[in-house]
């Protein structure tokens, strides 16, 4: 059975290195991708990611009774994708075109490359509506929709009540539901 992220860091703890290598490994993917979307810029991303892990593991994460290791990975990210993003000036919309819109997801390759081109189409007007969500917003949903988290576990990472996180969600989801509305339904006209 494959030990629990708890019992890597404890074993980290305890002074075996390749738990934290395990550890890494598990959420380098996440951690790059979530930094990725909410800097919009994949050098930062990647800065910020490796800022991440410096952090996990010189500060040896103790478990907190209730709070999940991805839950405090995930806010010691979004800690620092915000600094990142205040030290720019702003914490704004970003926009990801060409070489900042690469996805670190392993591409289908069973796909055609007519289907690889509709996907690619629509990724990138996905990622354009989610960078024009409030950053709240952009937020909660790139962690709800993204990295799968729950509702309580957004709730603890971005510091809002249960409640706004759902909203905060429903509202995101509405908008992105307008905003894409139209290639939808050139795509469903296409069939």
């Not at 490796?50 to 996990?56: C, K, P, R």
């Not at 593991?57 to 993003?85: H, I, M």
């Not at 069973?110 to 690889?116: E, H």
């Not at 990622?127 to 709730?155: F, M, N, P, T, W």
């Amino acid at each position: 059975m494959e030990p629990t992220d708890q019992e890597l860091m404890m074993a980290f703890q305890h002074g075996d290195e390749s738990a934290a290598r395990r550890i890494f490994e598990r959420y380098k993917r996440r951690v790059l991708n979530f930094s990725l979307r909410m800097l919009g810029n994949r050098a930062e991303a990647e800065d910020a990611a490796s800022e991440v892990f410096v952090a996990v593991f010189s500060n040896k994460y103790t478990a907190q009774e209730g709070v999940e290791f991805s839950t405090w990975v995930f806010t010691v990210t979004r800690n620092r994708c915000l600094s990142e993003l205040r030290k720019r000036g702003r914490i704004a919309g970003v926009s990801m075109h060409g070489e900042d819109a690469q996805r670190y997801d392993v591409e289908d390759e069973r796909a055609t490359p007519d289907q690889q081109s509709q996907e690619t189409e629509a990724a990138e007007l996905v990622r354009e509506a989610i960078a024009g969500l409030s950053d709240d917003q952009r937020e909660v949903i790139i962690l709800r929709e993204y990295e799968h988290l729950s509702y309580d576990q957004i709730s603890r990472i971005t510091g809002h009540s249960l409640s706004s996180v759902k909203v905060l969600i429903f509202r995101a989801r509405e908008m992105l539901k307008a905003r894409l509305a139209c290639f939808f339904n050139e795509e469903e006209a296409r069939s």
